[in-house]
């Protein structure tokens, strides 16, 4: 089954010790204005999605959410949440673990995109 947003063991850890840490959280693949274009980690609770967002699927057992605009733009691709050294976005919940989700991105073959559209 083809996914359109995968985490990688390093960020499927960490999100496992935010949830620890802080409860449920979800994911919102921010549009670029403040915080680039990095994907966002929220308490589930205290971020509220719009008719605007599209739900990709889950990372950690976390739901994780891109704008329809971002959608648009990114839906031939697989996001693939990764964890790098620094500081997420300054409302993402990684800030203080020193180490901050990213977005690395890779094309669906064409058989991968027919499954997606059947």
């Known amino acids: 089954m083809v996914q359109r947003v995968i985490a990688t063991e390093s960020a499927e ?17 921010s549009g670029g204005c403040c915080d680039g274009s ?14 605007s967002d ?8 976390s739901p994780f959410y891109i704008s329809r605009a971002q959608y648009e733009y990114w839906k ?5 949440i990764d964890v790098v050294d620094g500081h ?3 409302f993402s919940l990684e800030g203080t673990e020193g ?3 990213f977005t690395r991105s890779r094309l669906f073959t064409d058989e991968e995109l027919r499954e ?3």
């Open 38 to 51: 990095a994907p966002m980690c929220y308490l589930r609770a205290e971020f509220l999605t719009g008719p």
């Open 116 to 118: 997606l559209h059947r």
């Open 13 to 29: 850890e960490l999100i496992a010790r935010l949830i620890v840490k802080h409860g449920p959280v979800m994911f919102h693949q």
């Open 88 to 90: 997420g976005g300054m």
């Open 54 to 61: 599209v739900l990709l699927g889950e990372i950690g057992g």
């Open 76 to 80: 031939h691709t697989q996001l693939i």
């Open 99 to 101: 180490l901050a989700f």
